[in-house]
């Protein structure tokens, strides 16, 4: 078995997971401040999808690292780490963000103010998924 091919399979699926429990959460967000919009007769702003949408980057950032690893002549135990370690890391950076999105759209939602001030925050998230991919492609040299 080669252990460095089975990790790029794993940093595809880590990474996906996270960025489906980051949307399901902005989702959530979302579709609350929406309701309330409705409730209100407010039109519903269809820039909260955003937030919403915003964690579905770290799905592509682990299929970059996937198609690195799966070239890489690296050793496989450090590929195996290195994978593990970056896939958790985009993962829990699209939960993060999932999370900041749900608050960015509540906060949208209400006071129709404040979206490059929420957006800074949901791209804080996405720095640490950027950093991981980064830092892991120059690891493997």
């Known amino acids: 078995m080669n252990i460095g091919l089975l990790v790029s399979g794993l940093i595809m699926g880590i990474s996906g997971v996270g960025s489906a429990i980051g949307i399901g959460i902005a989702g959530q967000g979302a579709i609350g401040a ?7 007769n407010k ?31 690296a050793d496989p135990a450090f590929m195996f780490g290195l994978g593990i370690a970056s896939a958790l890391a985009m993962a829990m950076s699209a939960i993060a963000q999932g999370k900041a999105g749900a608050a960015a759209s509540d906060a ?8 490059s001030q929420y957006i800074m925050v949901v791209g ?17 040299g």
């Open 34 to 40: 929406w309701k309330r919009a409705y409730l209100n």
């Open 43 to 73: 039109t519903a702003p269809f820039i909260l999808t955003v937030f919403a949408g915003a964690p579905l980057t770290q799905t592509i950032y682990g299929f970059l690292l996937m198609q690195t690893m799966k070239s890489s002549s």
């Open 108 to 115: 949208l939602g209400d006071t129709g103010k404040g979206f």
């Open 124 to 140: 804080l998230c996405e720095t640490v998924a950027l950093f991981a991919l980064v830092f892991s492609m120059v690891a493997l």
